[in-house]
């Protein structure tokens, strides 16, 4: 397991559905912010360090496992490390738990490529692994 980053905000009305739990899907947008967390606490910029090269780590696949709710008003924290890479490619995992009583909510995945600005998939760059592995 990699560097572990968190993140903590709070349920907002909106992201729940009719029974006062949050819908399924902003689990995966959750998944989004950490790691979008996860690239800015280790001092990077994804526009200036991946599409200013002419990259995009577009999500290919992903898994979530939901274990209990989340309601309005809750603080929630997203966990996010680098899971494991290959040359062309990098997976990130994720658990998002209850920031007061730590239960853990859902946990999950995103695997990633490395293309370029022609969405043909190439080689991730020495220094951008070395970001992920450290």
Not at 10 to 26: C, I, N, P
């Amino acid at each position: 397991m990699g560097k572990v980053i968190e993140t903590t905000f709070r349920v907002r009305y909106a992201e729940t559905d009719a029974s006062g739990v949050v819908y399924h899907a902003h689990y995966i947008v959750w998944f989004e912010l950490g790691r979008g967390e996860w690239f800015w606490q280790q001092d990077r910029d994804y526009h200036r360090d991946v599409e200013a090269r002419g990259l995009n780590w577009p999500v290919v696949e992903l898994s979530s496992r939901y274990l209990a709710p989340a309601r309005y008003g809750d603080l929630v924290t997203v966990r996010t490390w680098f899971k494991e890479s290959k040359s062309r490619e990098f997976t990130l995992a994720y658990e998002v738990v209850n920031a007061a009583t730590r239960q853990k909510l859902c946990e999950g995945w995103t695997k990633h490529l490395n293309v370029d600005a022609q969405w043909h998939v190439v080689k991730i760059p020495d220094e951008l692994r070395e970001l992920m592995s450290g």
